[in-house]
C-alpha cells in the first residue's frame, strides 16, 4: 500500500510541475526579463530622447541578437515623489533605430515640471519585446542641465 501511495504521490508531483511550467511559458511576465541599457539624450529645450541600446540585449546573463524593440512600454524616472508613464500606443515598437522623445503627444504625462535642474536620473524602460516573447527591462542615466 505505501509503494501505491508513494508512486501516486509522486506522479501528482509531476503532474502539477508540468502543469506550472507550461503555463508560466506563455507568461512573458513570469519569465527572466531581456535586460539591456538605453541610450538617454536630454535637449537644450530640456526633452529627454531616449533609444534601447540593442547591442547591450542579454537573457539570463547571454546576449541575444534576436531583440527588434520593445513594446507595451512603461517608462518610469525615480524621484522623491515618484513618477511614470505609460506610452499610449501599446502598439509601437521602439527600438534603437529612432530617438523616443517623452513629449505630451506620444506620452499621457510628462516629467519635466518635477525634475530638478542640476541632477541626475535613472530611465527605466520596461515592456514586451516586439515578438510578445519576453519581458523587457533596461536601464539608462542622464544628467538634468
Known amino acids: 500500500m505505501s509503494k501505491t501511495y508513494q508512486v501516486g504521490a509522486r506522479l501528482i508531483v509531476i503532474a502539477l510541475l508540468s502543469i506550472a511550467s507550461l503555463s508560466c511559458r506563455g507568461n512573458p511576465s513570469h519569465s527572466l526579463p531581456v535586460k539591456g541599457t538605453i541610450d538617454v539624450e536630454v535637449a537644450s529645450d530640456g526633452i529627454v530622447c531616449f533609444s534601447p541600446n540593442m547591442d547591450s540585449a542579454t537573457f539570463a546573463g547571454k546576449p541575444r541578437d534576436d531583440i527588434e524593440g520593445i513594446t507595451a512600454i512603461r517608462i518610469a524616472i ?14 509601437t515598437v521602439i527600438s534603437d533605430e529612432i530617438k ?9 504625462d510628462t516629467p519635466y ?3 530638478i535642474h542640476g541632477n541626475s536620473y535613472d530611465l527605466f524602460l520596461s515592456g514586451l519585446t516586439a515578438d510578445g516573447i519576453y519581458h523587457a527591462d533596461f536601464t539608462g542615466e542622464f544628467y538634468y542641465p
Open 78 to 91: 525615480p524621484m522623491n515623489i515618484g513618477w511614470s508613464t505609460y506610452h499610449k500606443n501599446e502598439f
Open 113 to 115: 515640471k518635477k525634475l
Open 100 to 108: 523616443t522623445c517623452i513629449t505630451d503627444n506620444n506620452f499621457e
